[in-house]
């Protein structure tokens, strides 16, 4: 593996040695262990959206290893703007060990990633998110044991984060409703290993997992509107998680806006293992530059 930008850039054996690798770095890290595997190495990080959880969670990573990170906002590399994206990409690659982009386009980061001679990793793009689906996975093994045959209902929109987690679910034998308007499906109807089910109450039948996220991302806010209108019976409720499994858990990559696609009642309920994702995005990460860098 010389870049991660989609979670199928990895076989589902790899995904699998990520996770174990992963879950050993929370151990130790639980343990008061840390390693310096990464000493010396710096990590860029190139932010064209913002952050909390992807900013802290690989900084502090790289902290844990050993290595350093570098923050960059969007005006003060201007790619794209400034400089072609080649340019910066080969202009990066003489500086740092590897690059972590949190970009507007994917198409960006694969261009970044062909004239780039040092790995890179993809943060967040308006096409994936995969290091939330392996910090998602990896959230769902801990809880439930396994993955394969566990069954995860995700309602609302395909977005990134759905894309990643259909990919990941399809490689590890999770498997993966998806739940949300007919005019807003038509990414996960093509996607064979998973099932499409338009009514959100069919689709949580029986679900060990429940999963959503935001009904309107960055860069969508002048559908806000309409999208909270066609997403209105999709929203995650008491009464919608008591057809799921009776002990299933609920997942949201987070920001949540509370009360619109999740009620504060279960967000705050005992089935909601939200924290535990956004920890995990720190060790998933870490298991990933270890991966890229040793």
Same mark, same amino acid.
């Given at each position: 593996?010389?870049?991660?930008?989609?979670?199928?850039?990895?076989?589902?054996?790899?995904?699998?040695?990520?996770?174990?690798?992963?879950?050993?770095?929370?151990?130790?890290?639980?343990?008061?262990?840390?390693?310096?595997?990464?000493?010396?190495?710096?990590?860029?990080?190139?932010?064209?959206?913002?952050?909390?959880?992807?900013?802290?969670s690989f900084e502090v990573g790289m902290a844990h290893l050993g290595g350093r990170a570098i923050y960059l906002r969007?005006?003060?590399?201007?790619?794209?703007?400034?400089?072609?994206?080649?340019?910066?990409?080969?202009?990066?690659?003489?500086?740092?060990?590897?690059?972590?982009?949190?970009?507007?386009?994917?198409?960006?980061?694969?261009?970044?990633?062909?004239?780039?001679?040092?790995?890179?990793?993809?943060?967040?793009?308006?096409?994936?998110?995969?290091?939330?689906?392996?910090?998602?996975?990896?959230?769902?093994?801990?809880?439930?044991?396994?993955?394969?045959?566990?069954?995860?209902?995700?309602?609302?929109?395909?977005?990134?984060?759905?894309?990643?987690?259909?990919?990941? =679910? #399809? @490689?590890? /034998?999770?498997?993966?409703?998806?739940?949300?308007?007919?005019?807003? !499906? *038509?990414? %996960?109807?093509?996607?064979?290993?998973i099932n499409f089910v338009e009514d959100p109450r069919v689709a949580i039948q029986g679900a060990d997992v429940v999963?959503?996220?935001?009904?309107?991302?960055?860069?969508?806010?002048?559908?806000?509107?309409?999208?909270? =209108? #066609? @997403?209105? /019976?999709?929203?995650?409720?008491?009464?919608?998680?008591?057809?799921? !499994? *009776?002990? %299933?858990?609920?997942?949201?990559?987070?920001?949540?806006?509370?009360?619109?696609?999740?009620?504060?009642?279960?967000?705050?309920?005992?089935?909601?293992?939200?924290?535990?994702?956004?920890?995990?995005?720190?060790?998933?990460?870490?298991?990933?530059?270890v991966n890229l860098l040793k």
């Amino acid at each position: 593996m010389h870049h991660f930008l989609n979670i199928s850039d990895c076989s589902p054996e790899q995904l699998l040695d990520l996770l174990d690798f992963a879950h050993q770095l929370k151990a130790d890290l639980r343990q008061g262990k840390t390693e310096p595997l990464l000493a010396g190495k710096i990590l860029g990080m190139i932010f064209q959206k913002p952050s909390n959880r992807t900013r802290i969670s690989f900084e502090v990573g790289m902290a844990h290893l050993g290595g350093r990170a570098i923050y960059l906002r969007d005006e003060e590399v201007g790619m794209g703007t400034r400089e072609p994206v080649w340019d910066v990409s080969r202009t990066l690659s003489r500086y740092v060990d590897a690059v972590m982009i949190r970009a507007k386009s994917h198409d960006d980061i694969d261009v970044f990633a062909q004239f780039s001679s040092v790995p890179i990793i993809n943060g967040l793009s308006d096409l994936s998110h995969p290091c939330q689906a392996l910090a998602d996975m990896m959230t769902i093994r801990e809880h439930k044991g396994r993955l394969k045959g566990v069954k995860l209902c995700y309602l609302g929109d395909v977005n990134n984060v759905c894309m990643s987690l259909m990919t990941a =679910a #399809a @490689f590890l /034998g999770v498997e993966m409703t998806v739940s949300c308007p007919k005019d807003y !499906a *038509p990414m %996960a109807e093509a996607f064979p290993p998973i099932n499409f089910v338009e009514d959100p109450r069919v689709a949580i039948q029986g679900a060990d997992v429940v999963y959503t996220d935001t009904w309107v991302s960055m860069g969508q806010e002048e559908q806000a509107e309409d999208r909270i =209108a #066609a @997403f209105k /019976g999709y929203q995650v409720n008491a009464d919608l998680m008591s057809l799921a !499994a *009776p002990d %299933a858990i609920f997942m949201h990559c987070l920001p949540a806006r509370r009360e619109m696609e999740v009620t504060n009642e279960v967000m705050e309920s005992l089935q909601s293992v939200v924290f535990d994702q956004a920890e995990n995005r720190l060790h998933a990460q870490k298991a990933i530059l270890v991966n890229l860098l040793k």
